[in-house]
């Protein structure tokens, strides 16, 4: 089972990415309060939480800092404009 932590007024469930590369790995955050809000992802380094059950065993300390440090994956608030 994913951990979850509350953050933003929210419960968000916590996944690992299904593999590591050379800058390490994704964790990637759901919110299940509500289908409005985007994912957000964070980049775990190498080794850290190698397996789905390292990550069970997070505390809620530290996944709220790997939120805190997450991006959120939604439309950008200020799209690129590209002269000719």
């Known amino acids: ?3 979850t932590i509350k953050a933003d007024g929210d419960t968000w469930r916590a996944e690992l990415d299904d593999e590591e590369g050379e800058e390490g790995r994704a ?5 299940t309060t509500t289908d409005q809000r985007p994912y957000r992802v964070a980049w775990l380094p190498a080794g850290r939480f ?5 990550l069970e065993g997070a505390t809620q300390d530290e996944l709220r800092a790997l939120f805190a440090a997450s991006r959120s994956m939604g439309a950008p608030r200020e799209y690129p ?3 000719s």
């Open 50 to 54: 190698a397996r789905g059950e390292d």
């Open 1 to 3: 089972m994913s951990p």
């Open 27 to 31: 964790i990637l955050f759901f919110c």
């Open 81 to 83: 404009t590209y002269g």
